[in-house]
């Protein structure tokens, strides 16, 4: 089992910048990879950064190419995600994710933390 705690979001004006925090505990030496997604209202929950957390590749959805960065820090089992040039259709709840695996793999959740970007 993974734990996850969101934290960092609020209320931004566009152009603006926020970072996310996310922490990890649990069966943290079984995890993969990381990431962060959003949920809009009315929409499906989306892939916005991943990283690899032995290694460190990333990858990242197009809308937010160049304005997020995804970033970890393995000593203290959490993972960054910051963002800036926030623009109003970054409104989302942003979610973290873990995947984990050792012998079958598994997908774990945080509760989400919301990020809203005023015009």
């Known amino acids: 089992q993974v734990q996850l705690v969101e934290s960092g979001g609020g209320l931004v004006q566009a152009g603006g910048s926020l970072r996310l925090s996310c922490a990890a505990s649990g069966s943290i030496f079984s995890m993969k990879a990381m990431g962060w997604y959003r949920q809009a209202p009315g929409k499906q929950r989306d892939m916005v950064a991943t990283?690899?957390?032995?290694?460190?590749?990333?990858n990242y959805a197009d809308s937010v190419k160049g304005r997020f960065t995804i970033s970890s820090d393995n000593a203290k089992n959490t993972v960054y995600l910051q963002m800036n040039s926030l623009k109003p259709e970054d409104t989302a709840v942003y979610y973290c994710n873990a995947f984990t695996l050792s012998g079958s793999s598994h997908s774990y959740w945080g509760k989400g933390t919301l990020v809203t970007v005023s015009s």
């Open positions: 990283i690899i957390t032995r290694g460190g590749l990333t």
